[in-house]
T-cell receptor, first 112, second 113 residues
Framework: DGGITQSPKYLFRKEGQNVTLSCEQN?????MYWYRQDPGQGLRLIYY???????QKGDIAEGYSVSREKKESFPLTVTSAQKNPTAFYLC???????????FGQGTRLTVV | GQQLNQSPQSMFIQEGEDVSMNCTSS?????WLWYKQDPGEGPVLLIA?????ELTSNGRLTAQFGITRKDSFLNISASIPSDVGIYFC?????????????FGGGTRLMVKP
């Protein structure tokens, strides 16, 4: 089945630790995105990538880093510099930047 | 930042009632997308609209691409408890974001059995 997979579903980390969230897609999509969602809120764009080895900052990139070494994969690292990392993180992909995006099931990160 | 405004921000309705929500933009959109997010899950695409004036249905859901190309509407008929969730509109923002997909802030729907 084609789709976009995020893992893990739930993640707990101690404050001050970096953590990497996985996102893999087998839809052969060029574009991939990371969003952050806080309770009761909308989606805020963290980073996006339109092609392998290239990515751009979104609206709230501070404290996050990404890589795009393979077309299928777009991992997000939440660094210790992110002041409020506890949130629901969503990964998405689309054929191109202006076409329908398809989302993963999300990773709920809790930092204690 | 976001250029799409969704209204209302939240709705609390009785099961069986019809629901209407809308999305407006200050600039023209060539595509309108409607997503639904169930609690704790990722958003799922419900309906895609590609032409001004287009009216498209998906079961009890009907969406319309506004004739001005600056708005879109989503209606849900005879709501049921599983309609609960957040509904997002989205579209590629040509004028403000280099054609990047942009999302509205969402309409949170709550249904009372």
């Amino acid at each position: 089945d084609g789709g976009i997979t995020q893992s893990p579903k739930y993640l707990f980390r101690k404050e001050g630790q970096n953590v990497t969230l996985s996102c893999e897609q087998n839809l052969n999509h060029d574009a991939m995105y990371w969003y952050r969602q806080d309770p009761g809120q909308g989606l805020r764009l963290i980073y996006y990538s339109q092609i392998v080895n290239d990515f751009q900052k979104g609206d709230i990139a501070e404290g996050y880093s990404v890589s795009r070494e393979k077309k299928e994969s777009f991992p997000l690292t939440v660094t210790s510099a992110q002041k409020n990392p506890t949130a629901f993180y969503l990964c998405a992909s689309s054929a191109y930047r202006d076409t329908e995006a398809f989302f993963g099931q999300g990773t709920r990160l809790t930092v204690v | 930042g976001q250029q799409l405004n969704q209204s209302p921000q939240s709705m609390f309705i009785q099961e069986g009632e019809d629901v209407s929500m809308n999305c407006t933009s200050s600039s023209i959109f060539n595509t309108w997308l409607w997503y639904k997010q169930d609690p704790g899950e990722g958003p799922v695409l419900l309906i895609a609209l590609y032409k001004a004036g287009e009216l498209t249905s998906n079961g009890r859901l009907t969406a319309q691409f506004g004739i001005t190309r600056k708005d879109s509407f989503l209606n849900i008929s005879a709501s049921i408890p599983s309609d609960v969730g957040i509904y997002f509109c989205a579209g590629p923002d040509t004028y403000n974001a280099g054609n990047m997909l942009t999302f509205g802030g969402g309409t949170r729907l709550m249904v009372k059995p």
